[in-house]
């Protein structure tokens, strides 16, 4: 469905390097180099003049991904990271000391630390233990009780690849939500699986999603998106204001301090708008080959690479399951630390996590390049 010729050529790294990583920190692609020079060059030449040429460019990127996730636009805003949108959440609602959240133990650092950080007011963080790097949805729906205020959890886990169902989760927290009469959060660290997989956020009931573009959404690091469902706006209240919070944000002389009724209530200053434009570069390309298009050659590469390396009696460690693959490999070799140093020098970008390799091949990448790194593993 692809020309592959075609979509490598707007891949620059594709003339250095086999880059199979894009699950840590992912190439800058020729359309964001080139809105990133339209923008160097204004601001060198013009500096602030004419600004509202490119404030109108934010809001057109915001419209874009609201449609691109199937949410609202009053429902998202810019985030300068994933830990910073989570932070967000944890500061924003009004915990009662004594109350839970919940969150697997096998989770990144930027969905533990904002919850952990909740210790300090009382707040207790109950971890749900995954057997394999799998969530038991049974065990999550048991450990949830009547003070629990939010279950936490990442679409794709970046240590196995393991997608969860957003689904099944949600319709859980809804349900005890009703059993306990008393509403429990459902949020999603959404950075392992945005840019990479398909996302109607119209069919779940999530409530609070953050993710950074410097993954799979092929972005510039310091800019992300946050989705706040529009009907718990009102619960969360920003733990950091500024001018940009209010309703009137160009008003300065006037002091009325009417938060927005929106998600940009989240947006408390200037923003990071060469890396925002660089989000917008990326839904452009996804939007011209189409996500689903995107999913598709993503998981099929990766079924691809975990075929091969079952083949040389590798011992895997993603889950080879279509319910919950990903675009993240991994596995175990009897010497890591020699084989991920050997790979390297051979020009291939990957990950070593711990003690395990860990590759994640976008839709750029070929099946060449795929042989090519487990021929020389």
Same mark, same amino acid.
């Given at each position: 469905m692809? &020309?592959?010729?075609?979509?490598?050529?707007?891949?620059?790294?594709?003339?250095?390097?086999?880059?199979?990583?894009?699950?840590?920190?992912?190439? #800058?692609?020729?359309?964001?180099?080139? =809105?990133?020079e339209?923008?160097?060059?204004?601001?060198?030449?013009?500096?602030?003049? &004419?600004?509202?040429?490119?404030?109108?460019?934010?809001?057109?990127?915001?419209?874009?991904?609201?449609?691109?996730?199937?949410?609202?636009? /009053?429902?998202?805003?810019?985030?300068?990271?994933?830990?910073?949108?989570?932070s967000? /959440?944890?500061?924003?609602?009004?915990f009662?000391?004594g109350?839970?959240?919940?969150?697997? $133990?096998?989770?990144?650092?930027?969905?533990?630390?904002?919850?952990?950080?909740?210790q300090?007011?009382?707040?207790? =963080?109950?971890?749900?233990?995954?057997?394999?790097?799998?969530l038991?949805?049974?065990?999550?729906?048991?450990?949830?009780?009547? !003070?629990?205020?939010?279950?936490?959890?990442?679409?794709?886990?970046?240590?196995?690849?393991?997608?969860?169902?957003l689904a099944?989760?949600?319709?859980?927290?809804?349900?005890?939500s009703?059993?306990?009469?008393?509403?429990?959060?459902?949020?999603?660290?959404a950075?392992?699986?945005?840019?990479?997989?398909?996302?109607?956020?119209? !069919?779940?009931?999530?409530?609070?999603?953050?993710?950074?573009?410097?993954?799979?959404?092929?972005? +510039?690091?310091?800019?992300g998106? /946050?989705?706040?469902?529009?009907?718990?706006?009102?619960?969360?209240?920003?733990?950091?204001?500024?001018?940009?919070?209010?309703?009137?944000?160009? $008003?300065?002389?006037?002091?009325?301090?009417? #938060?927005?009724?929106?998600?940009?209530?989240?947006?408390?200053?200037?923003?990071?708008?060469?890396?925002?434009?660089? #989000?917008?570069?990326?839904?452009?390309?996804?939007?011209?080959?189409?996500?689903?298009?995107?999913?598709?050659?993503?998981?099929?590469?990766?079924?691809?690479?975990f075929? #091969?390396?079952?083949?040389?009696?590798?011992?895997?460690?993603?889950?080879?399951?279509?319910?919950?693959?990903?675009?993240?490999?991994?596995?175990?070799?009897?010497?890591?630390? +020699?084989?991920?140093?050997?790979?390297?020098?051979?020009?291939?970008q990957?990950?070593?996590?711990?003690?395990?390799?860990?590759?994640?091949?976008?839709?750029?990448?070929?099946?060449?390049?795929?042989?090519?790194?487990?021929?020389?593993?």
């Amino acid at each position: 469905m692809f &020309n592959i010729n075609e979509i490598r050529k707007n891949f620059p790294v594709t003339k250095n390097l086999i880059y199979l990583d894009h699950a840590a920190v992912s190439p #800058l692609h020729n359309g964001s180099k080139i =809105v990133l020079e339209a923008y160097t060059e204004h601001f060198l030449n013009q500096g602030i003049r &004419n600004y509202d040429y490119w404030y109108e460019k934010t809001e057109q990127i915001r419209e874009n991904f609201a449609k691109f996730i199937k949410a609202d636009k /009053l429902e998202i805003a810019f985030i300068k990271s994933t830990s910073a949108g989570l932070s967000m /959440l944890a500061n924003g609602i009004n915990f009662q000391e004594g109350e839970n959240v919940i969150i697997p $133990d096998i989770e990144f650092p930027s969905n533990i630390y904002p919850w952990l950080n909740l210790q300090r007011k009382g707040v207790n =963080v109950k971890f749900l233990k995954c057997e394999q790097g799998i969530l038991d949805l049974n065990k999550l729906e048991s450990l949830i009780d009547e !003070k629990t205020r939010v279950v936490s959890v990442s679409w794709v886990q970046f240590t196995n690849g393991y997608k969860v169902d957003l689904a099944k989760i949600s319709k859980i927290c809804r349900n005890k939500s009703n059993q306990y009469e008393k509403k429990i959060y459902f949020c999603v660290d959404a950075i392992q699986g945005l840019g990479a997989l398909e996302l109607d956020i119209s !069919k779940f009931n999530i409530d609070f999603l953050a993710a950074d573009g410097h993954k799979w959404f092929l972005a +510039a690091e310091g800019a992300g998106f /946050l989705y706040c469902n529009k009907n718990i706006l009102d619960d969360i209240q920003p733990a950091t204001v500024g001018w940009k919070s209010v309703i009137n944000p160009l $008003d300065f002389t006037n002091i009325h301090f009417d #938060l927005e009724k929106s998600a940009k209530k989240f947006e408390e200053g200037s923003m990071n708008l060469a890396g925002i434009l660089t #989000l917008g570069a990326s839904l452009e390309l996804f939007n011209k080959y189409g996500i689903n298009n995107i999913e598709n050659r993503i998981l099929n590469l990766s079924k691809y690479a975990f075929k #091969l390396l079952q083949e040389k009696n590798i011992e895997l460690i993603t889950k080879n399951e279509d319910f919950c693959r990903s675009g993240i490999i991994s596995f175990k070799t009897k010497n890591i630390n +020699a084989d991920y140093e050997k790979l390297l020098k051979l020009n291939v970008q990957f990950s070593k996590r711990g003690e395990s390799l860990r590759i994640s091949p976008h839709f750029y990448n070929t099946k060449q390049e795929i042989e090519y790194f487990v021929d020389n593993l």
